[in-house]
């Protein structure tokens, strides 16, 4: 005879963590790459950058973003970069992947909603990508002979776990619209390489013109970058921090409705034509 | 001597790693074959009835020049498979079982195409070749569709397509119909048939008894590395035929049950196969001798415990001879 | 010894030498280009995408320049031959180095050791489409750039240009052939080949000479294929000095890919080998 757990939800949320750190850290090598690309990426632009400037290449990157350190500077943004494309890439292609593992139909027998299920793998996901931040840039601002706060943690922990869950959002109707063609990957290539560029990641949007800086500003990514920038690398930014995060909580709340909206319409049309398990 | 497959003494061993953490973990050997030994003639049809894990695609990738044993030799088409493994491979023609194995952004004929290619056929001799295997298959509506449309079915057939392409004298069939609905596995199973006519030396795993009945001119039965007999099915199955089989559906969750049954005065063989772990549902097949022995086992049965469901009284079938010889049902062992 | 007799397969008529070399090159290039043009997805992404690589590569550069110099020719040309020469290296690592890994992947690496078709050419097949997305690459990279950047892109040499940018892909295909076969152990090598494009494309001055680089970097980036296929690209599009003369880095690059080649022909031999006595070809 079985016993149910008192909160499922809860049960539901340890499983899926669970899964997927254990599946990540069963990875290791994955895992190693994601924390040392932001260093590689920073590390070529660096390079490059001094190569073609010469000595006075970190003077002219302080006087065009306010950066003292280019290397902080970048390894903030590479963090922020690797995991929105974790994200990105790891919700749109649930369903496909799932499906061809013969999985994702068995999701569908526990009394759970599969939206949720998804959502919790994204937060799975963004646990592990807070992870790798205090990893990269602890090192970094070690490096540089100082500290992260643990105020300073507690805002880039909170506003990453921000940035990330509505970009599942967007992966789930990158799902949920080309789960049919089976390129769901280059469909999420195409979003990743807009998100990364849109997002100032690695340079202030105010180089751009003003009509890019308003597309920029329809992402959560880019509020946490600047954020970020302003918190760690204390970069001068426009909006108030409160300003920031209250923006960052809206544009979640409409991404996480929206990929909930477009992946339920799949579901249903799935169920019906019995392609829950089609691949 | 018109054996087109020899294999003598064949040894292949396997290094696997167990537990470990992040690590990998023990070292194990698993042995897949422990010294095989068998000949396929020209013109028939032999079969490797065994069940998953008894060493039959381990046997047919070595005799198809994938895998080199350990020990042990094998000839096939009268080339050495290690020496001479270019001369063997332009003799076979091989279809292992897999539902991957093509190009899904591929149409079944462009598929077809690569591979005449790559076996250097002539293009014009590759066209019709394709055309009228394609036909014997069954496949032409589908030709021209990208595989990765095809039902488990069409791959198959187009498995055995390309297998036969270059029209080789030695067909090796790895499970040819497992998976497969049973129109498409009868039709498997007739162009089987007409390769044979055709004198192709053909050698067939599959763990379906009635399958190896129904097509094999002889049966070699297998299991954890080892032949354990060789004979025509009627003659393998003459071992137990004076015998009698009975099927008990039984309601038991104890796991040791046939090894008790096995105990039994008059019992030849018994082997047990549960089909629902929750309930305990379970199959209860024993090959016996006597008219008393029967009440025996029924009692026996009854006593450890379980409900006995249904009895049914059979025809002795491979299977039969398979438990007799290991203890083991075919779809359980390994 | 042969036992049984026998003769090979009864009515069947097969092409021998350089017809059956042919026939296996047809069909690796048919199928290669084949495929390539099916995923119109990523035929499409690939173009569509363009222009956010370029900015994000390009931007963050240029901000160790004063603002007055983020549009000179110069610098931009750099970063964009820089940019298609990051492709060939690529390709190296994940198109011809991962060519094995996604046969076996797909379920067909077994039914290829099956006919005695050239394993270098079977492998090299990705090499047809390659061609094709480095030449579209290059139209749709200028298009882009011209169009953000606003700066024309020099080519002073187009003959030699595509010369090179032709040897640097065989000289890409060598060096996969042989990363391929090395890495075949790794079932995951994803991460191993982002870290080793990175390390690579900084080794190999794709960006910028390696003249520039303090001298033990300088000594490492002679040693690598890769430098002499940019800095004679350099040379040819832009009329920058090469390390050594022009016709000394030929002749280095033409000895590497050789030797990349002959070597990536003898791997895989060896991996065929090894993968029949460990029964891995079918893994995955």
Known sequence: MSRRARLGLLCTLRGVMTKELKLAFRYVGSLVTIAAMPFMVSGLFLGIGYAVAGPAAFRNFEANTGAGSPLLYMTLGGVLMIASMVIVENTSTVIREEQLMGTFELHYLTPNSAVLLWLLHALAHSTLMILLFTLDVVAVVAWQGGLLTPYEWGVAAAVILLAMLPLAGIGLVIAALTVRFKEVWAAANLVNSFIAALSGFYYPLEIFPRVVQLAAGALPTTHAAEVLKSVVARVPVELPLWQRVAIMACLALAYLAVGKLFYSRWEDEARRRGELSKY | ?334 | MRRGGGGSSRSTKFARGARALLLEVEAAAEVGVRTYFRYVAWLVTDIITTPAWLVLFITPILLFLPRDQWGDPRTLNFLFWGFILWDVVSAGLWSFGMAIRREQQMGTLEFLMLTNASRALLFSRSVYPRLISLALGLAYVYAFFRAIFGVEVLLLNPLGAAAVLLAGMATSLGFGLVYGALVFNFKNVGPLNNILQFVLLGVSGVFFPPALYPEPLRTVALATPFTYVADLLRFYAMGTQTVLDPATEWLVLTLYTAALLLAGVASLTLVERRLKKTGGLGAY
């Not at chain 2, 509506?141 to 187009?158: I, N, P, Q, W």
Request: charged letters at 30%.
């Open chain 2, 1 to 334: 001597m018109s054996e087109a497959v020899v294999a003598r003494g064949l040894v292949k061993r396997f290094v696997t790693r167990e537990g470990g953490l992040l690590w990998r973990g023990r070292r194990r050997v698993v042995e897949a074959l422990r010294g095989v030994s068998f000949e396929v003639r020209r013109g028939e049809i032999f079969g490797l009835l065994g069940p998953n894990g008894a060493g039959k695609t381990t046997t047919i990738k070595i005799l198809s020049t994938l895998l080199l044993p350990d020990a042990g030799e094998a000839w096939v088409n009268g080339y050495d498979v290690v020496r001479e493994p270019g001369k063997v491979r332009e003799s076979i023609g091989v279809s292992l079982y897999s539902d991957r194995g093509f190009y899904w952004k591929l149409t079944g004929r462009e598929n077809l195409v690569y591979f005449a290619r790559l076996y250097h056929l002539d293009p014009a001799y590759a066209r019709e070749r394709i055309r009228y295997l394609l036909e014997l298959l069954d496949l032409e509506a589908d030709a021209d569709r990208l595989v990765e449309e095809y039902s488990t079915g069409m791959k198959a057939k187009l498995n055995i397509a390309r297998a036969l392409l270059h029209d080789p004298p030695v067909l090796f069939l790895d499970e040819p119909t497992i998976g497969l609905d049973p129109g498409a596995a009868r039709k498997v199973r007739e162009v089987v048939l007409h390769l044979k006519r055709e004198g192709r030396a053909i050698l067939l795993t599959t763990h379906n008894m009635f399958e190896a009945d129904m097509l094999c001119d002889r049966v070699a039965i297998i299991s954890r590395g080892r032949i354990v007999a060789v004979g025509a099915p009627s003659e393998l199955k003459a071992r137990v035929s004076g015998h009698r089989v009975v099927e008990l559906e039984v309601l038991a969750w104890d796991q040791g049950l046939d090894e008790k049954v096995r105990g039994v005065d008059g019992v030849v063989g018994a082997a047990l196969s549960v089909k629902d772990a929750a309930s305990g549902l379970s199959g209860l097949r024993v090959i016996y001798d006597g008219e008393e022995t029967l009440a025996r086992i029924l009692s026996l049965v009854v006593s450890s415990g379980a409900r006995v469901l249904s009895v049914r009284s059979l025809e002795p079938t491979l299977e039969d001879v398979f438990i007799a010889l290991t203890g083991e049902r075919l779809e359980q062992a390994g």
